[in-house]
């Protein structure tokens, strides 16, 4: 647990509280009752959304602290997605509400790119800038890229920079989330 402001060397992680920022003591070795807290304070952010079951519940679960997890997980983690069976839902709400927990910020939303060589500048842009959620709001079609499938199974991508002819070769780092939920 990364508590103590500045660099941590295991997870290579930098932390800087916001100075307003006032945190409860986290213990080293919670309690059973400290832990069943914890785990309904996380399930009370999405108690109140319309899940189609418990899957799809545990796999927004999933989704909300995969980011949190990913510095100490080694290797790739899967993609997450959500289905819904049309606008106003509450999809958006759901990932805003998970970037603001993983990163402090709403969810920057970009379309998906409409060519493999589009996804490529897209992926590499967003990983040169170091974000650790990349989301594609409102998918209309199936999601089939080789780009981002190498991406999502890569300790390290390596692209040509937009505007120029060089490559860079950047650490893939946290990027992606858990399995699919959907919504009734």
């Known amino acids: 647990m990364l508590d103590t402001p500045g660099y941590d060397t295991n997870t290579k992680l930098y932390f800087r509280p916001s100075p ?10 919670p309690t059973l009752a400290e832990v069943k807290a914890a785990a309904a304070c996380c399930l009370a952010v999405i108690e ?3 899940f189609d079951g418990p899957a799809s519940h545990a796999n927004a679960l999933g989704m909300m602290v ?3 997890l990913r510095p100490a997980i080694a290797g790739p983690v899967p993609m997450g997605l959500f289905t819904k069976p049309r606008q106003g839902t509450g999809a958006s709400l759901l990932i805003n509400c998970i970037n603001i927990i993983a990163t402090g910020q709403p969810a920057a939303l970009t379309a998906y790119p409409e ?4 996804m490529g500048k897209k992926l590499m842009a967003f990983l040169l ?7 594609f709001d409102n998918l209309s079609h199936t999601v089939e890229s080789s780009k981002l499938a190498a991406v999502l199974t890569a300790e390290r991508w390596c692209d040509r920079i937009l505007g120029l ?3 860079r070769s950047v650490p893939k780092g946290p990027a992606s989330t858990a399995p699919e939920t959907t919504y009734r």
């Open 20 to 29: 307003d920022l006032k945190l409860p003591p986290i213990p080293s070795e």
């Open 165 to 167: 002819t060089e490559e």
């Open 66 to 68: 995969t980011p949190i």
């Open 48 to 50: 109140e959304f319309p």
């Open 115 to 118: 060519s493999e060589e589009e």
């Open 129 to 135: 800038e170091g974000r650790s959620i990349i989301t």
